[in-house]
């Protein structure tokens, strides 16, 4: 019975995923991408110790990305005299040359060794549309180069349990980008929800609401004093199981599974604010947890599983009752 089960979830996760795979609606980018990182001048003095310019604002997320254990660090840069408009907890408007940079890369305690940076990504808006490009670091750590069909980086990686692990960590192609950031047929940004920036953050000295420090700088412009709702941390072990397990879907899951993305013709619907029994967790437990365990979900950005991403999510799983 269990086989005959698993048989027909399987026909239907393909028969879902087809009928959003195709590349026909891809977007393709309205601008051309430079060859070179150092072209955006998002970093100033030796690119290698990440330290924004001037005009660059990093950016902190309550809950991140699962990305082979890679840590991230996370870039906005606006044009002069321009803002982010906000509108509720979700994703804010962009003004047209607005640059989002994410830069994957691994600490020198990670490989035992040197800080490895691997790749940065960079969403750039142009009339009113987003484009999408990867670069892929030199050895030497002075640059990084353009790369559209993707690449593999083997680095040695010790886990958080003390595992050493071998790692082809994967560069994506532009159109693995495509696939986790479509909505409605165009590119979107993922991570910067107001509800996901909605974090205090620790900048000389003091902690201040990183949202209130976006505003005093000017870059971000709100329509009122409305209260802007947080996305947890689903690495903060004081709060509940299930906001935990809903924060790591939202973030690592739910850019594909909701109504307007790779997976939405599947039965999730992953994102946070989605009522519970609008989100199909508990038809699919079974599903998530074998996909999961055997590192098919988060689908792409990943090569190995998350271990305790995957036991907080067994745990969340083992609540739901009928």
Same mark, same amino acid.
């Given at each position: ?52 310019? !001037? ?28 803002? %982010? ?27 035992? @060794? ?13 009339? @009113? ?20 069909? @993707? !690449? ?8 958080? !349990? ?27 940004? %993922? ?27 000017? #870059?971000?412009? #709100? ?76 689908? #792409?950005?990943?090569?190995?599983? !998350? ?16």
């Amino acid at each position: 019975m269990k086989s005959g089960i698993t048989s027909l979830l399987f026909c239907f996760i393909l028969i879902a995923c087809s009928s959003n795979n195709g590349k026909e609606g891809f977007s393709k980018n309205n601008i051309k991408f430079p060859d070179s990182l150092s072209s955006f001048h998002l970093f100033k003095g030796n690119m290698a110790d990440l330290i924004p310019a !001037d005009s660059v604002q990093a950016l902190e997320l309550s809950s991140t990305l699962f990305t082979d254990y890679a840590e991230k660090q996370r870039l906005l840069k606006l044009p002069t005299g321009t803002s %982010i408009k906000g509108k509720g907890d979700g994703l804010p408007d962009f003004p047209d040359g607005a640059i989002l940079a994410k830069t994957f890369y691994y600490t020198a305690k990670q490989t035992e @060794g040197k800080k490895k940076i691997i790749e940065t990504r960079i969403l750039k808006k142009h009339n @009113g549309l987003w484009n999408v490009a990867t670069y892929k670091w030199n050895d030497n750590q002075t640059n990084a180069f353009l790369v559209n069909d @993707g !690449d593999k980086v083997p680095v040695t990686v010790t886990l958080p !349990d003390g595992e050493r692990k071998q790692i082809n960590y994967k560069i994506p192609t532009v159109y693995d980008c495509y696939d986790c950031h479509r909505s409605n047929n165009e590119l979107t940004p %993922i991570g910067p929800k107001l509800h996901n920036l909605n974090v205090d953050i620790f900048i000389q000295g003091k902690t201040i609401p990183q949202l209130q420090l976006l505003s005093n700088k000017g #870059l971000l412009s #709100l329509k009122g004093h409305e209260k802007i709702a947080k996305l947890p941390s689903y690495k903060n072990g004081n709060l509940t199981t299930e906001k935990r397990a809903r924060a790591y879907f939202e973030i690592n899951c739910a850019h594909c599974h909701n109504p307007n993305g790779f997976a939405g013709a599947y039965s999730l619907d992953l994102r946070y604010e989605n009522e519970f029994e609008n989100t199909g967790i508990f038809f699919n437990k079974w599903n998530i947890e074998h996909r999961m365990t055997v590192r098919d979900m988060p689908k #792409l950005g990943t090569t190995i599983v !998350d271990k305790e991403g995957l036991k907080l999510i067994q745990d969340y799983l083992k609540t739901l009752k009928k």
